[in-house]
């Protein structure tokens, strides 16, 4: 694990509970929604799913789906909390047969990889994913951000090109993007396709 992440993994264990019960882990329905209308298959990654509130109700929805975190409490919580299966590994070292996932759900994860890291993480995800997979992406837009003083996470923000670019750069196709707002954050919605 890299040093950055075992420090923002450090902060998610100390406030997971807080986090489950918060409204960073409500369902935004009407994105997950058009992610799974689009998917063509039914196997699903969701990455860095924290108490796992999305895995459940992509589980729900009849997907097969599987949630990883690198947080034990976040994951002893979803696994508590539903049904899905969930599993702690690393999003920046994944260990999955190549082609082997219809999507791949990143909520609220990009914001903890360092820019550098983000080409790898793009081609490894390209990699898992069937021909034609999608990758759904909510991620915080660039804007004004104070941290609290225990805040020891990686917080990266990026505009909507600059996510756009790194995604086609490395092997997608732009089918949604957008922005929105939610919990007073400005956020980026974008779902890419695999070429
Ligand atoms: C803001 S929460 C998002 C949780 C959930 N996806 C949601 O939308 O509410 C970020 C999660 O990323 C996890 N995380 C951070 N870096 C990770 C990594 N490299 N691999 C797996 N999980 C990671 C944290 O433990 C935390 O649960």
């Given at each position: ?12 264990e ?78 920046l ?14 909520s ?44 020891t996470?990686?917080y ?8 756009k ?30 070429i």
């Amino acid at each position: 694990m890299k040093q950055y992440t075992r420090k923002t993994i450090k902060y998610y264990e100390s406030i997971a509970d807080k986090y489950a019960k918060s409204d960073a882990a409500v369902v935004l329905t009407d994105k997950i929604d058009i992610f799974a209308k689009l998917l063509s298959g039914k196997k699903i990654l969701d990455a860095a799913c924290g108490p796992g509130h999305d895995t459940d109700y992509l589980t729900k929805r009849g997907f097969d789906c599987l949630g990883i975190d690198l947080s034990e409490k976040m994951i002893n919580i979803a696994k508590h909390n539903f049904k899905g299966k969930y599993k702690i590994m690393d999003f920046l070292n994944l260990k999955f047969r190549n082609n082997s996932f219809d999507g791949i759900w990143c909520s609220s994860i990009l914001v903890h990889v360092q820019k550098k890291d983000l080409p790898k993480l793009l081609k490894n995800s390209w990699k898992i994913l069937k021909n034609n997979g999608l990758v759904g992406i909510i991620t915080a837009a660039k804007q004004k951000r104070v941290p609290g003083n225990s805040d020891t996470r990686t917080y990266v923000m990026h505009s909507k090109k600059e996510l756009k670019d790194y995604l086609t750069n490395n092997g997608f196709n732009v089918l949604v993007s957008k922005i929105f707002f939610y919990g007073g954050r400005k956020r980026i919605f974008i779902i890419v396709k695999k070429i």
